[in-house]
Every structure is written in C-alpha cells, then in structure tokens.
C-alpha cells in the first residue's frame, strides 16, 4: 500500500511539474510574440525632454510635425478636447507624461470625423488630449502623435487610433535618475 502511494505521488509530482512548465512556455511565447508585433506608427529619434521657460524662448528645431520629443514647457496642457490649438511646446510634455495626442486640420477633415473624434474622447477619462493642428500643417487630416511615434490617418479609422492608444499610452519618458 505504501508502495503504491508512492508510486502515485510520483506521477502527480511529475505531471505537476510538467503542467508548470507547459504554462512557463506558452506564457513566455505569448510574451515574445507580443513584442514581435509590430507597432503602429512611425518613429522618430528622441530628441530628449529639455524645459523651456517660454513658448517663445529659442530652442532646436523639432523633427517632425506636430513634435514627437524635444523641448518643452515644464508643465501640461489640460487633458481633454481643446477648441484651439495647442503650443508645440506644451504637448510634448503632455506625450513625456504618456499621454497621446490626437491633432486634426480643421480645413481638410470631414466634420463628421471630428464629431467622431470627439466622441472617441469621451471613451477616454486622461492621457488624450484633442485639438486642432493649424500651424505649420499637418502632413495628414488626422495624426496622432505620442513619445517618438507618430500616426498619420486621412480619414477616421477607430480601431487604428484605438491600436495607436493602447500601444503607447501611459508610457512615462521622463529620465530616470
């Protein structure tokens, strides 16, 4: 009889342990694929997190329109629908902070993509923020923008800026110290 709880216990010990390491594989290829996955948007080279007092005061010029990183105000814009645009210089911080920005051209958007982007927003309770591009413009209707990265969309497409949201969204990028 003791023989034969033994033996048992054996095999339960085994098929446990061969039941762990199943679920160790799948969760580490679940993982890598996961970081396979290409991620929405183009990428642009960090041009780092430098505070300016001013909008006004002198800095390097910005790789791409709207900014994806570089210098900025040491403070955010309110997250939100803005019914203006935005200083470049402080929507970067806001992207710095995770946050996505979803710019607009007001004159070569559909009004009914801007009642739907505003509608959009109301999905989301921070780390957006909307507002119409005016100057200089945009290289499409609608770009979203965030750390780096930068989305171009000629008309509303609600999975694609869904997609852009949840790859990039409450990433922080300030310097680690």
Do not use: C
Request: proline fraction near 8%.
């Amino acid at each position: 009889m003791a023989r034969k709880f033994i033996l048992i216990r054996g095999i339960l010990t085994v098929l446990a342990g061969s039941i762990i390491l199943v679920l160790i594989a799948g969760a580490v290829l679940y993982i890598s694929k996961q970081k396979a996955k290409p991620r929405p948007g183009t990428v642009f080279e960090d041009l780092g997190n430098e505070h300016v007092r001013e909008i006004t005061t002198p800095h390097k010029p910005y790789n791409s329109v709207p900014p994806t990183s570089g210098p900025h105000l040491p403070r955010i814009a309110p997250w939100g629908i803005a019914e203006v645009q935005v200083p470049d210089e402080l929507i970067v911080h806001n992207m710095e902070d995770g946050g996505i920005i979803i710019n607009y051209d007001p004159v070569r958007i559909a009004s009914k993509d801007i009642e739907k982007l505003k509608g959009l927003m109301g999905t989301y309770d921070d780390q957006i923020l909307l507002h119409p591009y005016i100057k200089p413009e945009l290289p499409s209707p609608i770009v979203l923008t965030a750390w780096t990265k930068l989305l171009t969309l000629e008309s509303f497409d609600e999975a694609k800026i869904r997609e852009f949201i949840t790859a990039y969204r409450s990433i922080d990028h300030h310097e680690k110290k």
